[in-house]
């Protein structure tokens, strides 16, 4: 059960401040309180109710062991993700979204191996036996893909959900996670459509503050889902460990193996064998159609 989320802390974080009104996404009417000043405010009762909602969700997914994968690519929000996601053990994206990494997600993998490939080079010594240019090179790529992938290096399938920051400005992870049917969690602002999302948190995705409240809170929601599956798996193996308590069944006597019986050697015994075959043996078709002819004739 996620905790409860006072509202006036999310006043005190202005996760209530929107966009100016002439930037605002109609869609989000439902979930703007009023007008000050050209911006629009955002209903912190609703915000709150949301927030307790995509974090009940997130807990599940977390207890049912798969991956929520952050994406928030903008400067505000890139330390606050990177922070709460390794907190929460969480992969996460906070440089450029690259692309296919969902639809294409086999050959991020081959990237990722590439990374592990290279230290594994350095590890044996054949890092040593290149050339200066070519350890230079390596070092690059090792460094450009450790920016880029080093924070889904451990993420070996399809997250089981993504968190978005801001998703006008990562329309591209969010359209290939509704290709996959993948389930979107987002802070969404006023200009912002939030049918795209699957959990709307209507909230303020520009200030630090705000984006710090609500990612904090949702870190939290999945720290207590995995915490739930620990326990969980405690249980289940104190179960086993009673279940092998218990007296075992006697296990069912095994029918005896029927014997083969093997040939005399003895040469009376094979020769009485022959002519017991050539007694029984069976008449072949010719010979069988040849009789009943004979037999027709003679009536």
């Known amino acids: 059960m996620a905790n409860k989320v006072e509202v006036k802390e999310l006043l005190d974080a202005g996760v209530h401040f929107g ?9 989000m009417a439902p979930y703007i309180y009023m007008e000050r000043n050209g911006i629009h405010i955002i209903n912190l009762y609703k915000s ?11 807990s599940k997914i977390a207890a049912s062991g798969r991956k929520i994968l952050f994406v ?17 053990n969480m992969p996460y994206i906070t440089e450029r979204w690259p692309g296919g990494m969902l639809t294409n997600f086999v ?43 080093g924070s889904i290096a451990d993420m070996s399938r399809l997250p089981g959900a993504l968190f ?19 389930p979107i969690f987002a802070m969404v602002d006023t200009n912002s459509d939030p049918r795209d999302v699957d959990y709307v948190i209507p909230a303020n995705d520009d200030a630090s503050k705000s984006i710090s409240k609500v990612i904090s809170y949702v870190a939290d929601s999945i720290v207590e889902g995995l915490s739930e599956r620990k326990s969980s798996g405690k249980d289940s193996k104190e179960s086993d460990s009673d279940s092998e308590a218990k007296p075992k069944r006697a296990p069912k006597p095994k029918a005896p193996k ?14 009485d064998m022959k002519e017991a075959q050539e007694d029984v043996r069976l008449d072949s078709k010719k010979e069988t159609l040849a009789k009943a002819r004979s037999n027709d004739e003679e009536e």
């Open 19 to 27: 966009h100016l009104t002439r930037r605002w996404n109609p869609n």
């Open 48 to 58: 709150a109710a949301k927030m307790q909602e995509a974090g009940e969700a997130l």
């Open 72 to 88: 928030a690519t903008k400067k505000q929000a890139k330390e606050i993700v990177a922070e709460q996601a390794e907190r929460a």
């Open 107 to 149: 050959t991020i993998r081959k990237a990722v191996k590439k990374m592990a490939s290279i230290d594994r080079m350095k590890k044996d010594g054949t890092f040593n036996t290149l050339s200066k240019k070519e350890r230079l090179q390596v070092d690059r790529l090792r460094a450009k893909l450790e920016k880029n992938l």
């Open 164 to 182: 978005v920051v801001d998703i006008t400005r990562e329309h591209i992870a969010v359209k290939e996670a509704q290709k996959l049917n993948i």
């Open 258 to 271: 029927l014997e083969t019986e093997v040939p005399s050697t003895d040469p009376q015994d094979q020769k």
